[in-house]
């Protein structure tokens, strides 16, 4: 029940304490990233660790809603290679947040809603996409956790067999 727990109080953060996250912790959030499952078993992304603060503010150029970007001490950009699935990507995100929070890190997700300007300051290879990148950081200090009252009622958001 205490991952199931955890998994329930997961929130996105969006103000990150001003110092750089520690290489241990990077590197145990990169773990669960690497360990996430896929498709086929294809593993086929990269994350690009951005700590420069131009290239960040070149990356949250990149999206529409993207100020935990340039708020966080770094910013995972999580890069769907050519052969791989959006969904896996998907599941990346999820494995960070996760460990992320599990470890003391806050995170953001953010979309790339401008996918080509992204793939110019990624430089990425023809065919792979950044579409998801994942502020993340420590909390900062005056962080509060968001109160948005909650969740739909189960009834609205499961059917069976049918909508």
Wanted: proline share 7%.
């Amino acid at each position: 029940m205490q991952t199931y727990d955890h998994i329930l109080k997961l929130r996105a953060v969006r103000t990150f304490a001003l110092d750089p996250i520690a290489d241990d912790d990077l590197r145990l959030v990169l773990e669960a990233a690497r360990w996430t499952g896929s498709a086929k078993n294809l593993q086929a992304w990269t994350v690009i660790v951005v700590t420069d603060p131009d290239q960040k503010d070149r990356l949250a150029e990149c999206g529409d809603f993207t100020g935990p970007i340039r708020g966080a001490p770094a910013a995972l950009a999580l890069v769907q290679e050519p052969e791989g699935y959006e969904f896996d990507t998907g599941r990346i995100a999820q494995n960070v947040m996760l460990a992320a929070d599990a470890i003391g890190l806050a995170t953001c997700p953010i979309t790339m809603h401008h996918e080509e300007r992204a793939h110019e300051v990624l430089d990425l290879p023809v065919g792979a996409r950044c579409r998801y990148a994942i502020a993340i950081g420590y909390p900062a200090p005056s962080h509060e956790p968001a109160r948005f009252g909650g969740r739909k009622p189960f009834e609205d958001l499961v059917r069976r067999d049918r909508y």
